[in-house]
């Protein structure tokens, strides 16, 4: 994909909006930056859209609780090793839900998904 067609989105996290960080997204996605404050404002209240929001991390504290890493390297490995592990076919489920998401969000005027939001991957 061509950087030129993609917008880039991201919620206020105060590392998110860093006016370092800002810099570096407006010169890659000039004109296309969603983000509070950005090109396009976030909406105030809406919902978490990113495979990574509504899947990846809570599914990798599900799984990394169970290793128990005792330091930083070992949670980093821990991560790793659970990221490899997540089957093709999960990766399809969760970009499904995403798409669905998006219709849902798109359907909605960007309020909250209702029963989306509760469906597993």
């Not at 010169?27 to 990846?56: N, T, Y």
């Not at 609780?65 to 090793?81: F, G, M, S, V």
Request: with cysteine.
């Amino acid at each position: 994909m061509d950087v030129a067609d993609a917008w880039f989105q991201q919620h206020g996290a105060t590392a998110h909006t860093a006016r370092r960080t800002m810099q570096v997204l407006w010169e890659m996605f000039p004109g296309k930056l969603i983000s509070l404050r950005g090109d396009v404002g976030w909406p105030a209240h809406s919902p978490d859209l990113a495979p990574c929001d509504f899947f990846l991390w809570g599914y990798l504290k599900s799984k990394l609780y169970t290793h128990r890493p005792e330091n930083l390297q070992a949670l980093k490995d821990a991560i790793r090793r659970e990221i490899a592990a997540i089957l093709p076919a999960m990766t399809e489920r969760v970009m499904r839900a995403f798409r669905n998401r998006l219709e849902e969000c798109i359907a909605n005027d960007g309020h909250h998904l209702g029963d989306i939001i509760f469906k597993t991957c």
